[in-house]
């Protein structure tokens, strides 16, 4: 079998697995639902006195909701796709990303939950200084704590200050 065979016939066999999950876990048929969001916001002197740190994103966003035969919600899939732009508002530098994440939400009948995140979810690059984060991988969370981590996650606290310096 060539290797393009073999990728057709892996992605068959993933969609078949998805789509026998999703009728599984709903006795209706899922929901689903765009959305194209754009948000801004300003931290102000986070950068240094008078140096704000401007922060704008537009993201598309699928949503598909399976509920059970109650009409209760048991499984969300969502996928993000968009692009963070970060301005230092005394220098007027700026650099912008892309960002793209899957998340799926298993809600348990006790109204636990749990959250997979898959893929690239921050990779952040400026020009002449390589990558200041990159988070990507896979990351589960169950009921608001970390349960498991594959692939590199050098986001932390630190994050925002490294994009402030950058953009200096």
Do not use: H, W
């Amino acid at each position: 079998m060539t290797i393009r065979r073999k990728a057709l016939f892996g992605a068959f066999v993933f969609v078949l697995s998805v789509m026998g999950a999703a009728s599984a876990a709903s006795a209706s048929p899922p929901e689903i639902e765009r959305i194209d969001r754009t948000f801004s916001f300003r931290i102000a002197d986070f950068c240094g006195e008078g140096a704000d740190l401007l922060i704008d994103s537009e993201r598309s966003e699928n949503d598909i909701s399976f509920t059970n035969d109650e009409g209760e919600e048991t499984r969300q899939i969502q996928t993000f796709n968009g692009t963070t732009t970060y301005t230092r508002s005394d220098t007027g530098n700026s650099e912008s990303f892309r960002n793209s994440v899957t998340r799926i939400d298993e809600i348990t009948d006790d109204g636990g939950s749990t959250s997979t995140f898959n893929g690239p979810q921050v990779v952040l690059t400026i020009r002449g200084q390589g990558t200041l984060g990159l988070t990507v991988g896979r990351t589960v969370v169950e009921d608001g704590e970390v349960v498991f981590e594959a692939g590199p996650n050098e986001i932390d606290g630190t994050f925002l200050t490294s994009i402030c310096e950058a953009l200096g």
